[in-house]
């Protein structure tokens, strides 16, 4: 039958050709590429007819396709896919065309991901450069999820140690930060600049980063941006397949294994499996061990599903364990330890190697339960529901004097019920519209048994939202999107000032009415708070002639302060400031302003994006004075607002110097200031740049990349050093703090290679062998909270075994 | 409209019922006894021509006291570490001190008058026989206005120094208390 149909079509080629000869005219091409409209990947075995002809094409294993010979005129273009909606596009043929289309997985219905990142994703998945694919996730399976997306212009990784990174879009992170795993915002204490997001990246397959917050599905809180990550996607048929990747790294010596297995039944049922082990010991730095710098981490996921096309239904269960130590001598008692700390050169306390983890430690478990349920009523229509539990708990672990160092200096439990109900509506691929509602309860408890007063109160938050965003998409060449958003947040809270805390505040005026009831020295108040806040985005992208695209978009958000931001009260070991919250925040209003100029095709690609943002109410820490305790004066710092100015520009460049060779520059600058105070912001990324070549051999069995990282030293940073009286040789001395000054820029270089095993088109098993940090240079980062106390990690080397079956 | 009754049945009413089940007003919570805390440090100093002297630093007053000491003279030091939070149940901390002698360590700096101190008869020692310097004996020079500077230092790096930075560790107590040295 097939070869009938090829020689159908040759005979047509043939005939065309003649005619050709004939007219001298028909000699067009229209190529292009089919892509996942989720992730980007390229679809293979499309069809593509040329209707009211017999000409047809299927699309190969890079899901490119190609039409030659073509007579000029109005062509109809009809596009399907087994596992597709089809599609039909009507094109004016009159020179050669690129004509690229993205179709959307009827399978993928489960994980749907209705948005579009206007500022990036182009129409030709040019994309990649806002998301991590496959390979990417595989790269950085032992490390964080923050570390993988560092590789992405405009991320930056907060973080406190190596270990304890969080990704930092457009200078910012935590609550301005959204995670959204299988379609459900990550709930977790993501206040914290030390608390990492409770996440493992190998449960899935791609991660997508929209810069915008434009998902206005998951909250309209989030100005930073929002990762979105996906899980792997199932076939609707027979099959049965799995991975398994191992990790040894000699710095640490330590490595990770993580392994998965799918499998699906062609009457739509379907079960994952996944679980990750990780486990490091103490790290090195150039020129000394890091003691207490180990990891352990052990997770598993399960799901599973059943999928009718017109309605379907998944469980989804995830657990995510780890244990996480700090480095040792960050561990201090008073500002005179600080300074101590900040005039030697390295570490004060280095031990031998091992690989326990001892206080300073963290522990976190994270549990997550997800049910999904959809049904289609039509072609058009579709609702779906969804229902998420997730139970956060979080110990810190301290040095503790007359206690146990086992007992959690802070013990938080997070429990999260959240519901999702939403209705879409697509019409012939161009319009998209979505409304849905949202629900969630928030449990906050704050274990009274550490015997430290507790950092954050036990609180329960409720939140009703609403939001409805649509697209509508005519052509390939002209996008336009909307979205509006409007939340009613809920806090009641429960927490024990300090009498003398309350009333220095002058609480017991403004806030008489919370006040419950006063225990010795302290008081019980039970503070009640609202908050409604309006989201809106809009957003256009439009092609510039055949190479180029543009795009723009604008997004206000509004955020209410979080937990710590409003509450946070108690004494910081790794920098000897005691930290308040404040009652009388309001909420965050940001208005950003998002353009995209890309060039998407030839030899050289690439996306110049800059941003601009004005956030009314900006909510940051500041110092306020010192406070006098028998440990000596603290500085003691409280969360205030002001007016903040952020813009910056994201760049990513490729050219491809032949099939071969490819070479990547990517380059991020951002500038934030306070304009009340008429201060620049403190942690934000200095300017950095990476640039890198990778040469794949011919039959790309093998490939080799280079990369070079360089970081600028951040010369825009607040002063808040302070002075500090202590004795040196009897007497009394005024030292300076230095806790401001940035370190200097530096740069690192990292060597990649990779061996695929067996047949190179199937590759089922792959080799990759790197070195970071290749000439061990000693480096430290302005956006590490250990930058006080340590180097940065020195040279790594580690292997990677993948193994598909 | 049939649709919107069906949207209704499946998604909004499960949804509102849901909420309510699980919306419940939030136990009280404990009010939390703060351990490890030290809120007072006692020095007494006892000398063969004098009556003894105490002299108090707490969190909790306004910490006025100064010490006293004649020029050229001995003084048998000892030093107490108190939790007095809770008026009802103080409690003594130096005995954890003692008890946990390895990673403790007592130290004294002065500015403005020369105090040169060494290791008293009834001192604590640690597994290695070091000092801890609960119990101390000063030796005061001449007359003089200073600050003797108290420490209390939680795991010390070593417990063999001269000066507090060089016994590193983390700082459980630094207090400075006004000293006089007189005729």
Not at chain 1, 629 to 635: E, N, Q, V
Not at chain 2, 36 to 60: P, Y
Request: glycine content about 6%; hydrophobic content about 35%.
């Amino acid at each position: 039958m097939r070869l009938i149909v090829l020689r159908t079509i040759y005979f047509f080629l043939f005939i065309q050709s003649i005619f050709w000869l004939g007219a001298q005219e028909c000699d067009l091409s229209l190529k292009g590429r089919v892509t996942d409209l989720h992730d980007g990947t390229p679809i293979f075995g499309a069809l593509l007819k040329i209707e009211g002809t017999d000409l047809f094409v299927q699309t190969n294993e890079n899901g490119i396709y190609s039409f030659g010979n073509l007579c000029p005129g109005e062509k109809i273009l009809f596009l399907s896919h087994p596992e597709c909606n089809p599609i039909s596009k009507k094109h004016n043929l009159i020179s050669n065309t690129d004509l690229n289309f993205e179709l959307e997985h009827h399978i993928n219905e489960l994980e749907e991901i209705v948005i579009s990142d206007n500022q990036l994703k182009g129409l030709n998945g040019n994309a990649k450069e806002s998301r991590l694919n496959t390979d990417q996730i595989i790269l950085y399976s032992s490390q964080s999820l923050s570390d993988a997306l560092k590789s992405l212009a405009g991320v930056s990784s907060l973080k406190t140690g190596n270990a304890i990174a969080k990704p930092m879009i457009h200078g910012m992170y935590g609550s301005r930060v959204g995670i959204v795993a299988n379609g459900i915002r990550l709930q977790d204490q993501e206040w914290g600049a030390d608390h990492a997001p409770n996440i493992d990246l190998n449960a899935f397959q791609n991660v997508q980063l929209i810069k915008g917050a434009s998902a206005l599905k998951y909250g309209g809180d989030i100005p930073g941006g929002i990762i979105v990550l996906s899980p792997p996607k199932l076939i609707l048929k027979d099959s049965l397949f799995g991975q398994t990747i191992m990790n040894a790294s000699l710095n640490g010596r330590g490595g990770s294994l993580t392994s998965k297995l799918m499998k699906s039944t062609s009457n739509g049922y379907y079960v994952n499996g996944q679980l990750t082990a990780k486990r490091f010991g103490d790290l090195s730095a150039p020129d000394y061990l890091l003691s207490n710098t180990g990891v352990k981490e052990f997770n598993v996921s399960f799901k599973l599903g059943r999928n009718k096309i017109s309605k379907g239904w998944e469980l989804n269960y995830s657990r995510f364990q780890n244990e996480i130590g700090i480095l040792r001598a960050a561990h201090i008692g008073n500002i005179q330890d600080l300074v101590r700390a900040l005039e030697v050169d390295k570490p004060l306390r280095i031990e031998p190697f091992t690989h326990q983890i001892n206080a300073p430690k963290q522990q976190g478990i994270h549990q997550n339960i997800h049910v999904i349920y959809f049904n289609k009523f039509s072609k058009d229509l579709k609702w779906q529901l969804d229902y998420n539990y997730q139970v956060n708990s979080r110990k810190e672990f301290d040095i503790r004097r007359g206690i146990s160092d086992d007992i959690p200096a802070i013990d938080l439990k997070l429990q999260t019920h959240s519901m999702l109900g939403n209705i879409i509506w697509r019409k012939d691929f161009n319009w998209t519209q979505e409304w849905g509602v949202n629900a969630l309860l928030q449990d906050n408890f704050s274990n009274p048994n550490t015997g430290v007063k507790r950092l954050i109160p036990d609180h329960v938050k409720t939140q009703f939202g609403s939001y409805w965003v649509g697209s509508y998409k005519p052509s390939n060449s002209f996008h336009w999107d909307w979205g509006l958003r409007l939340d009613q947040v809920n806090w009641e809270v429960q927490k024990y000032y300090t009498v003398t805390d309350w009333e220095s505040r002058g609480y017991d005026e403004v806030f008489s009415q919370f006040e419950v009831e006063q225990r010795g020295t302290q008081i019980l108040v039970n503070p009640q708070f609202d908050f409604l806040n309006f989201a809106a985005q809009t957003g256009i992208s439009f092609e510039l002639g055949k190479q180029f695209e543009t795009s723009l978009s604008f997004i206000l958000s509004q955020r209410s302060p979080n937990a710590s931001e409003l509450f946070s009260d108690g004494l910081h070991h790794s920098l000897a400031t005691i930290e308040f919250g404040s009652l009388t925040l309001e909420k965050e209003v940001s208005n950003k302003l998002l353009l995209s100029f890309s060039k998407t095709s030839g030899k050289l690609k690439g996306v110049i994006e800059p941003y601009f943002s004005k956030i009314n109410n900006y909510i940051f820490i500041g110092p306020k004075g010192l406070q006098q305790t028998i440990r000596g004066a603290f500085p003691v710092w409280q969360y205030e607002a002001t007016d903040a100015l952020l813009w910056g520009v994201d760049t990513t460049f490729e050219y491809d110097f032949s099939n071969q060779l490819t070479a990547n520059v990517n380059a991020a600058f951002t500038y934030a200031q306070d304009l009340n105070n008429d201060l620049p912001l403190i942690n934000i990324p200095p300017f950095n740049t990476t640039q890198s070549f990778k040469y794949r051999s011919p039959k790309k069995r093998y490939e080799v990349e280079i990369v070079n990282h360089f970081v600028s030293r951040q010369n825009r940073f607040p002063d808040l050093n302070f002075n500090f009286s202590s004795l040196q040789e009897n007497v009394l001395i005024q030292r300076e703090v230095d806790i401001s000054s940035p370190p200097n820029a530096y740069q690192a270089v990292d060597l990649f290679f990779l061996i695929h095993i067996g047949d190179v088109k199937e590759s089922k098993t792959s080799i990759r062998f790197m070195l970071n940090n290749l000439t061990n240079t000693r480096y430290r980062d302005y956006l590490n909270r250990m930058r006080y106390y340590a180097d940065e990690v020195g040279r790594n080397f580690q292997v990677q075994l993948v193994y598909s079956y | 409209m049939k649709q919107f009754k069906f949207l209704q049945k499946t998604f909004l009413l499960p949804l509102l019922a849901a909420t309510f089940l699980i919306s419940c007003s939030p136990e009280e919570p404990e009010a939390i006894l703060e351990q490890e805390l030290i809120t007072t440090v006692e020095l007494t100093f006892t000398s063969s021509s004098e009556e003894d002297q105490i002299v108090r630093w707490s969190t909790t007053s306004a910490n006025s006291e100064s010490i006293t000491l004649k020029a050229n003279s001995e003084y048998q030091v000892e030093i107490a570490f108190y939790d007095e939070s809770d008026p009802a149940d103080i409690e003594d901390i130096t005995e954890e001190v003692i008890e946990e002698a390895d990673e403790h360590q007592v130290f004294y700096e002065f500015s403005g008058v020369t105090i040169p101190f060494v290791q008293g008869g009834s001192d604590a020692l640690d597994e290695d026989q070091n000092p801890v310097f609960i119990n101390t004996v000063w030796s005061t020079g001449e007359i003089g206005n200073g600050v003797v500077s108290v420490y209390l230092i939680h795991e010390p790096t070593t417990k063999a120094s001269t000066t507090r930075d060089g016994f590193g560790g983390e700082t459980d107590v630094a207090v400075d208390i006004p000293l006089v040295v007189i005729e």
